[in-house]
């Protein structure tokens, strides 16, 4: 009975194995295009009327970059997490393909979510960054270097980690 229980924990652990292989394989393949050196020029008004730039920003600590939409149901788990991050870091947010900045706005207001954001109606600036899919987080250092980048779903706690990993 015990060599069928190896048998079976083995093909558990190569099933793990491959799976782990296919999923780091598609999230290197959706992130391709994103800077892992320098990160470019990221600037824009927030929908509150500010300016928001990257270049300003990094000098002071690592920025949260995070690639959202409205429509997305990823987001939907994500964003509270950075909601609550925003509060004690720097956090830009770029609305891809949301909508005017009114229908943005009461989107953020319904969904009680509150962090800086750019909205990015037609997605050339997500585009300008390589961003594919959403959610895309990209940590910037104080450096203006890419530290991080991670696409899809991931929690407030693994955002910290790397926030406080991250110069």
């Known amino acids: 009975m ?4 190896l048998s079976v924990l083995r093909k558990l652990v190569v099933f793990c194995l491959l799976a782990a292989l296919v999923i780091g394989a598609i999230g290197y393949y959706q992130q ?3 800077p892992s050196d320098q990160a470019p020029p990221l600037a824009g008004r927030s929908l509150d009327g500010g300016v928001l ?8 600590g690592p920025v949260l ?9 990823y987001c939907r788990v994500v964003s509270p997490a950075v909601a609550d991050l925003a509060r004690e870091h720097q956090v830009i947010a ?5 909508g005017s900045d009114e229908e943005l706005g009461q989107y953020l207001k319904d969904q009680e ?3 800086p954001t750019i909205n990015d109606p037609t997605g050339a600036l997500s585009a300008s960054w390589g961003v594919r899919v959403t959610p895309t987080i990209v940590i910037v250092g104080s ?8 696409s899809g779903t991931t929690s407030k706690v693994g ?3 790397r926030l406080q990993m991250t110069e």
Do not use: E, H, N
């Open 143 to 150: 450096d203006g270097r890419v530290a991080w980048v991670t």
């Open 32 to 34: 391709r295009d994103i």
């Open 113 to 115: 979510l509150q962090f």
């Open 2 to 5: 015990s060599i069928g229980w």
């Open 65 to 73: 970059i995070y690639f959202w939409a409205t429509w997305c149901p």
């Open 159 to 161: 955002l910290q980690l």
């Open 53 to 60: 730039d990257l270049q300003q920003m990094a000098p002071q």
């Open 94 to 98: 770029v609305a891809m393909q949301s």
